[in-house]
């Protein structure tokens, strides 16, 4: 049994301008409300494109729907002479809770590290929000054997410096890249392998009260079809969802997994 709530996290990538989001957030609402999700049973997050994000803040003012939403990157950087980025400070003035940072697709087509991803929590820590810190193994890793050593890794470099309270407040997302957008989803038994080795890695590290507070998250072609056994691992605390998060019927039953 566990305190933590439940985080449903919905990466929508680069799609939908901001009236298309307009419509799929008033979509969500309407599904949820109609299969009586409870807020207190999961967190429902929306991780829309910059230029969506005050279109959804209008819609979330007041509080009248209970989504939150974030970001999907940030820069390291307060403010200044980094044409084209966007500040944590900027972001939490538009109401965000949550930055997605480190995501494989970043990882991999601009060359993150995990120093720069440690930063860019770093800088959404000092601007009231939660990073949600992505992790994972891709598919030569994982046909190795590696994905526990190579995920701690990431992990270990991701979280370096941070104290425990910070930790426990966090998110990590493990999301081994061979699942991401492929329709391969990891088998339960494998997403609880590696997200029960993160939270003993950082009970190791951080002690008890981080360990227990952090929630784990995994990703990779999650749909409502197989949500469930995902859902029933012990370390497992939620989801990050890609692909299916631009379906309101789709995310909704996954948000209503319980
Ligand atoms: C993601 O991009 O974080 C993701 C998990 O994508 P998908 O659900 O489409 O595999």
Same mark, same amino acid.
């Given at each position: 049994?566990?305190?933590?709530?439940?985080?449903?996290?919905?990466?929508?990538?680069?799609?939908?301008?901001?009236?298309?989001?307009?419509?799929?957030?008033?979509?969500?609402?309407?599904?949820?409300?109609?299969?009586?999700?409870?807020?207190?049973?999961?967190?429902?997050?929306?991780?829309?494109?910059?230029?969506?994000?005050?279109?959804?803040?209008?819609?979330?003012?007041?509080?009248?729907?209970?989504?939150?939403?974030?970001?999907?990157?940030?820069?390291?950087?307060?403010?200044?002479?980094?044409? %084209?980025?966007?500040? !944590? @400070?900027? /972001? #939490?003035?538009?109401?965000?809770?949550?930055?997605?940072? $480190?995501?494989? =697709?970043?990882?991999?087509?601009?060359?993150?590290?995990?120093?720069?991803?440690?930063?860019?929590?770093?800088?959404?820590?000092?601007?009231?929000?939660?990073?949600?810190?992505?992790?994972?193994?891709?598919?030569?890793?994982?046909?190795? %054997?590696?994905?526990? !050593? @190579?995920? /701690? #890794?990431?992990?270990?470099?991701?979280?370096?410096?941070? $104290?425990?309270? =910070?930790?426990?407040?966090?998110?990590?997302?493990?999301?081994?890249?061979?699942?991401?957008?492929?329709?391969?989803?990891?088998?339960?038994d494998d997403?609880q392998e590696v997200?029960g080795?993160?939270?003993?890695?950082?009970?190791?590290?951080?002690?008890?009260? !981080?360990?227990?507070?952090?929630?784990?998250?995994?990703?990779?072609?999650?749909?409502?079809?197989?949500?469930?056994?995902?859902?029933?691992?012990?370390?497992?605390?939620?989801?990050?969802?890609?692909?299916?998060?631009?379906?309101?019927?789709?995310?909704?039953?996954?948000?209503?997994?319980?």
């Open positions: 049994t566990t305190t933590r709530t439940p985080l449903m996290a919905g990466n929508w990538k680069m799609n939908l301008d901001h009236a298309e989001a307009v419509h799929l957030v008033q979509k969500l609402a309407w599904t949820l409300q109609d299969k009586k999700h409870d807020p207190a049973r999961a967190e429902v997050v929306v991780i829309p494109p910059f230029t969506d994000l005050r279109s959804v803040q209008t819609l979330v003012d007041g509080d009248r729907l209970k989504l939150a939403y974030g970001a999907q990157d940030v820069s390291t950087e307060a403010s200044g002479a980094r044409t %084209g980025e966007i500040s !944590a @400070h900027m /972001l #939490a003035r538009l109401g965000c809770r949550y930055v997605v940072v $480190g995501h494989s =697709e970043r990882r991999e087509f601009h060359a993150e590290s995990d120093e720069l991803v440690n930063a860019k929590a770093r800088a959404t820590l000092g601007a009231g929000m939660t990073p949600i810190v992505c992790v994972g193994e891709g598919l030569e890793v994982r046909q190795a %054997g590696d994905q526990v !050593a @190579h995920t /701690l #890794a990431q992990v270990d470099g991701s979280l370096a410096g941070f $104290g425990a309270e =910070e930790v426990a407040g966090l998110v990590v997302a493990y999301e081994p890249v061979w699942a991401i957008g492929t329709g391969e989803v990891a088998t339960p997403a997200c080795a993160i939270r003993a890695r950082v009970r190791e590290v951080h002690g008890d009260a !981080a360990a227990d507070g952090l929630r784990v998250l995994y990703g990779g072609s999650v749909k409502a079809a197989n949500v469930a056994g995902i859902m029933a691992q012990t370390d497992v605390d939620g989801c990050l969802v890609g692909g299916a998060s631009l379906q309101a019927d789709e995310f909704g039953g996954i948000c209503r997994f319980y």
